[in-house]
């Protein structure tokens, strides 16, 4: 599975952005599915994951009630709708995935990973 992120770009504090991750095989349906962030000189971090079908889904605690996880397995896509974003936000946004039901918070367990899409929040 090849996944290419795009969306990101510069947004001011209090801002939107809608982040995607297009899948390239068919299989996509059969993954589940998680965002990742790293921000200069941090460690990568957890943000959302989602199961194969959508229903059922988990946010860090630094995001959850702003951003939410969505999939359209048609469309063979992940979705990360970025909210009120802060400068804290900042950061690369990575999308992953992994041949099972259920996403995780565990980056280790995902098998496939983006190259990443750059979101910056100005104050």
């Known amino acids: 599975v090849q996944l290419q992120a795009s969306g990101g770009g510069l947004v001011q504090a209090g801002g939107s952005l809608r982040l995607s991750c297009a899948a390239s095989?068919?299989?996509?349906?059969?993954?589940?599915m998680g965002w990742f962030r790293q921000a200069p000189g941090k460690e990568r971090e957890f943000v959302a994951h989602i199961s194969q079908k959508g229903s059922v889904k988990e946010y860090a605690a630094s995001v959850r009630g702003r951003f939410t996880i969505s999939r359209d397995n048609a469309k063979n896509t992940l979705y990360l709708q970025m909210n009120s974003l802060n400068v804290e936000d900042t950061a690369r946004y990575y999308c992953a995935a992994r041949p099972d039901k259920w996403g995780t918070t565990q980056e280790n367990l995902y098998a496939y990973w983006g190259q990443g899409t750059q979101v910056t929040v100005s104050s």
């Open positions: 095989r068919r299989t996509f349906s059969n993954n589940g």
